[in-house]
């Protein structure tokens, strides 16, 4: 029987989900980097009123919360363009900049979604490891050829939780030619306390080669919206606008993510208070031995290697859901005192054992 022809960089690739089926119940989901905590009172009450509209179309232009997002970062509206979540501009970026013939470059490990995207886009990856769980930019920049046409730079990287700071950064930005475009991928910007770790905003106004990618997944508490968006210079956010869904981000989810806005004084509080929980289960599993990389981010690595998958059933049994990269390490995103409490328990049992 005949069957429709399909890409065989489409049906060839597998994505592996952040939450494999559980053996057992899950008491508490620590593999998504997903905030433990609900959307505000505000935010969830703005959703309701807008759930109202829901028989119609959302805005197109996505103005309202374009506008917001340019008052909140001093940038002009031309400059912002949005998706859904920082993977979606992600994959625009990759449809606007590069075809087959091109390379997209980033370090590896990484963002799981870079060589998914890449590898269904028809571009070919380069992969540059990491250097003692850091990006190598001294690697990277000399990785770049004259077919490259995206770097990625992931800061804080997922899944390490590790970050380049502002001098190698801007150092690296002055070697990258002009007519490349450099994505600094900021998901985790929020979690940041080092002050030598730039702001990426900062950088791109002076470099019309760079943008700059955030989301509203993460510290903002709205993962299940998928609204995220770019500040670039505005040949950039045009061709995202021009590779964008129409209507693909919904109004629900524009309406949540200008209330979080509003009310960002009191989400960061919140975000606060995970930045210290970070920081109890880094110093938790340090004390116990592990080697666990400085994270910036909202997650801690634990670098298992043969002994992840082991790791990973130790936490499952005990119904905590941790991501597992089979054969280099678990990533433990950081949840509510009592999942981290359970979390320092579990892997004290497991250096016992």
């Known amino acids: 029987m005949n069957r429709p022809r399909l890409r065989p960089a489409v049906t060839d690739v597998g994505h592996q989900p952040a939450r494999p089926p559980a053996a057992v119940p899950v008491a508490h989901l620590l593999s998504a980097n997903e905030n433990p905590y609900p959307p505000l009172p505000s935010v969830r009450e703005a959703v309701l009123a807008a759930s109202g509209d829901l028989h119609r179309y959302p805005d197109m232009g996505v103005t309202e919360l374009t506008t917001a997002i340019a008052d909140r970062f001093g940038v002009p509206p031309e400059h912002v363009s949005t998706g859904t979540g920082s993977v979606g501009i992600i994959r625009q970026l990759l449809q606007a900049t590069a075809t087959e013939d091109d390379e997209v470059l980033y370090a590896w490990p990484s963002f799981e979604a870079y060589p998914h995207l890449a590898k269904i886009a028809g571009i070919r990856s380069v992969r540059v490891p990491l250097k003692d769980y850091v990006h190598d930019l001294d690697a990277m920049a000399g990785a770049v050829t004259d077919r490259t046409r995206l770097i990625v730079v992931c800061n804080p990287n997922n899944p390490t939780g590790t970050v380049v700071r502002r001098a190698e950064l801007e150092r690296f930005l002055d070697r990258v030619p002009g007519d490349v475009l450099v994505v600094l991928d900021e998901a985790y910007r929020e979690f940041v306390r080092d002050p030598e770790v730039p702001d990426g905003i900062e950088l791109y106004r002076d470099r019309p080669n760079v943008a700059v990618l955030r989301t509203f997944s993460?510290?903002?508490?709205?993962?299940?919206?998928?609204?995220?968006?770019?500040?670039?210079?505005?040949?950039?956010?045009?061709?995202?606008?021009?590779c964008s869904v129409p209507f693909g981000i919904s109004g629900i989810a524009q309406t949540a993510a200008v209330a979080s806005l509003r009310a960002e004084g009191e989400l960061l509080d919140r975000v606060q208070t995970l930045v210290g929980e970070r920081d109890r289960l880094q110093a938790g599993l340090l004390d116990l031995g592990l080697p666990v990389p400085p994270t910036q981010a909202n997650f801690c690595w634990l670098p298992l290697g043969e002994r992840t998958t082991a790791f990973a059933e130790a936490c499952a049994a005990v119904g905590i859901q941790v991501r597992a990269f089979a054969g280099e390490g678990v990533r433990i995103t950081v949840g509510t005192p009592e999942a981290n409490d359970l979390a320092l328990e579990t892997a004290a049992k497991f250096t016992r054992d």
């Open 218 to 242: 993460k510290a903002y508490g709205l993962a299940g919206l998928r609204v995220g968006f770019a500040v670039a210079h505005e040949p950039v956010t045009a061709a995202l606008r021009a």
